[in-house]
């Protein structure tokens, strides 16, 4: 799969162009990035199904959907911030981030939640029993090291164990590489990369390997079930689009519930939308996991709040959930 970087000049290359029509575009349109991978099934069910096209012609629109795929929060948030998409994906802290940075200015707020579901830590090395057992030794391969979901997961155990002056301590040991290389490269062995800290499916096709074991969840880490994925934009497309925003945020709880009532069509949806090589029953038995939950509303994700902020990798520190997701998110429960 490739990664983010090579996509990023060709994407931002008419930026210029698209900020200065930004300011003119009307109500119906509307542009969407994701990344690869399960947790991004809402999105496959929403564009396989056309619902946001749907909902839009309750608000009286014929909304134009633009779907583009990149892999890594650093390229989503360039993007956004610069005006060439209007909702972007990715893991839970790079969203607060984001919130965090631009309070005040483009005001980035989280949508909805892509569904609970957890991340292994994985590793070959068979001395690796714990994150307590990680050395100088090890390489852990993660999307986006230092600031991606995973390494932030990372760096809230890390301080838990070691004391948040020390959070950072494993960062000289991950790497930056895709979820399918990083797969490839554990369960091949023979490179530098001994760990993993995977997401659905990737994880559960490396374990299928007797060389490969799990080390920690993520819903280890944050005390139980949690949110993976947030969709988030600015506070300029949710105020100057209220039907478009509306009919996108009503097609993603259409999504989800066509998801919990039809899990083996959904199964067959990723493999369509994502042109997935995964077998049908690989696929169906990881959306009827029981540890995975595909809604909108948020889980626990106040602990990611609490924690990043404890640590200070957020500067400003959140009273609840609602205070870093627009309003329409607050009709379903949250955390």
Do not use: C
Not at 57 to 69: N, Q
Not at 199 to 205: A, E, L, N
Not at 212 to 224: E, F, M, T
Request: avoid cysteine.
């Amino acid at each position: 799969m490739p990664s983010i970087r090579p996509f990023i000049p060709a994407l931002l290359a008419g930026v210029t162009a698209l900020a200065l029509a930004g300011a003119a575009r009307a109500e119906g349109q509307i542009r969407i990035a994701q990344q690869f991978g399960i947790g991004y099934l809402i999105l496959d069910v929403v564009q396989d199904q056309k619902l946001i096209e749907k909902q839009g012609k309750k608000e009286g629109l014929d909304i134009k959907v633009e779907w583009t795929s990149l892999s890594g929060a650093t390229g989503m948030n360039e993007a956004l911030l610069a005006g060439a998409l209007d909702v972007v994906s990715a893991g839970a802290p790079p969203a607060l981030v984001l919130w965090d940075r631009t309070r005040g200015r483009q005001n980035v707020k989280a949508i909805a939640s892509l569904g609970s579901m957890p991340n292994y830590l994985l590793s070959n090395n068979p001395k690796v029993k714990s994150v307590k057992d990680l050395s100088d030794k090890d390489r852990i391969a993660v999307p986006a090291a230092g600031v991606g979901y995973q390494s932030r997961t990372l760096q809230i155990e890390t301080a838990r164990l070691y004391g948040k002056d020390d959070y950072k301590r494993f960062d000289a040991i991950t790497v930056s590489l895709s979820h399918p290389d990083a797969t490839a490269a554990l369960i091949s062995g023979g490179s530098e990369i001994n760990a993993h800290f995977s997401s659905p499916p990737f994880q559960y096709q490396a374990l299928e390997n007797k060389n490969v074991h799990k080390v920690i969840s993520s819903y280890d880490i944050l005390g139980g079930p949690a949110t993976f994925n947030f969709l988030y934009g600015t506070q300029k497309f949710h105020d100057e689009n209220p039907k478009t925003y509306r009919a996108f945020y009503n097609a993603l709880v259409e999504a989800a519930e066509f998801i919990r009532n039809n899990k083996a069509r959904a199964a067959d949806t990723f493999i369509r939308v994502q042109k997935s090589k995964l077998s049908p029953e690989f696929v169906r038995k990881i959306v009827e996991d029981p540890e995975i939950n595909f809604t909108v509303s948020p889980e626990r994700s106040f602990v990611y709040a609490e924690k990043l902020h404890e640590i200070g990798v957020l500067k400003h520190r959140a009273s609840s959930w609602k205070d870093y997701f627009f309003e329409e998110a607050y009709a379903q429960p949250g955390s």
